[in-house]
C-alpha cells in the first residue's frame, strides 16, 4: 500500500496497516520515514505504538528503535506540528525512560527535533529529578550505526 487508501488514513509501514491521519499520526510517519531514510534505521527495528507500565500507569512509546540485541535504544515522542517541544514534553519523555531504560531520547513536532543522548547514571534518577540522569543535547541526529556503537560503550562514552 501507498498510503492513499484514504484521504483520512495513512499508511504505517511498522505496523502495516492504515491508520486514522492525526497531525501527530502524520508527523509520526514523516519522522519514521526520516529515521529510516536519514539516519539509517532499518524499518524491522522499530516498533510504533509501543504499551509500557510506568507504576500503575500504562504509557505509549510513539516509536522505538532497537538495538541488535532486541534491547530498546532509543524513544521517540512525536507530538503536533503546532505543540512546542519545551521542559515539559522532554521531561514527559525522560520519565518514560524511567521504564524504557534507552540511551537516546527524540522529542519532534515535525518543524523542530531535539535528540539526546544518555551521558550517564539510571533512567531510576529521574523520578525526583529528570536532569540527574545526565542528558546531552546532539546537534546533528546520529546514523543508526553510530547509535549502536555509542551504546555499545561503557557508560555510552
Given at each position: 500500500?501507498?498510503g492513499t487508501a ?25 519522522f519514521i520515514g ?124
Amino acid at each position: 500500500m501507498d498510503g492513499t487508501a484514504s484521504r483520512n488514513t495513512i499508511w504505517d509501514p511498522l505496523r502495516k496497516k492504515e491508520v486514522a491521519l492525526t497531525p501527530e499520526e502524520h508527523v509520526r510517519q514523516w519522522f519514521i520515514g526520516q529515521l529510516h531514510g536519514r539516519m539509517q534505521v532499518p524499518l524491522h527495528m522499530m516498533m510504533s505504538e509501543t504499551s509500557f507500565k510506568l507504576g500503575s500507569k500504562v504509557f505509549r512509546a510513539d516509536i522505538l528503535i532497537y538495538g541488535r540485541s532486541a534491547r530498546p535504544l532509543a524513544v521517540v515522542e512525536c507530538k503536533r506540528p503546532e505543540t512546542e517541544l519545551d521542559r515539559k514534553v522532554l521531561d514527559q519523555t525522560i520519565r518514560y525512560n524511567m521504564v524504557l531504560d534507552v540511551s537516546y531520547i527524540i522529542i519532534t513536532n515535525g518543524n523542530r527535533t531535539i535528540i539526546c543522548r544518555k551521558t550517564g547514571g539510571s533512567g531510576t534518577d529521574t523520578e525526583t529529578d529528570p536532569t540527574t540522569a545526565g542528558y546531552e543535547f546532539l546537534d546533528h541526529a546520529p546514523t543508526y550505526g553510530e547509535m549502536l556503537r555509542e551504546d555499545a560503550l561503557p557508560d555510552g562514552k
